[in-house]
Structure formats: structure tokens, C-alpha cells
């Protein structure tokens, strides 16, 4: 059998469809050591999702 002659169902979701913006707010604050082992990642994610928190103080330290 030809792998497109197969029918196969649409998979369902389980979770809601939500908006970047949405998942970007839903998330903690950047965990300090990570933020201290990765500075780009934690600056590009502070740039997107802006937030008072210690990684602030650990990106100003470096």
C-alpha cells in the first residue's frame, strides 16, 4: 500500500489554541541561573516580555 493512500483522521488538540502574546504572558519570571548562563536568550526574552525580576539585576551585573 502506497503511504498516501492511507486515511488518516485529523489529530485533536487537547490544549486551546493561544496566542503568542498570551503563552509569552503566562510564563514565570527567567530563572537566575539561566539567565546567568544565557544572557542573549534572557535579554531577547526580557526585550519581547518586559518584567521587573531578578535577571534584570543579573544581566545589569554582567
Known amino acids: 500500500m ?3 493512500a492511507a486515511a488518516y483522521s485529523l489529530a485533536t488538540s ?3 489554541a493561544r496566542s503568542a502574546a498570551a503563552l509569552i504572558d503566562a510564563i514565570g ?3 537566575p541561573i539561566w539567565t ?3 544572557p542573549d536568550r534572557a535579554l531577547a526574552l526580557l526585550f519581547v516580555a518586559p ?3 531578578v535577571a534584570v539585576d543579573i ?4
Do not use: I, M, Y
Not at 544581566?59 to 554582567?62: A, D, G, H, I
Open 2 to 4: 502506497a503511504f498516501d
Open 14 to 16: 487537547t490544549f486551546p
Open 29 to 31: 519570571d527567567p530563572c
Open 36 to 38: 546567568a548562563e544565557n
Open 51 to 53: 518584567r521587573d525580576c
Open 59 to 62: 544581566l545589569v551585573s554582567l
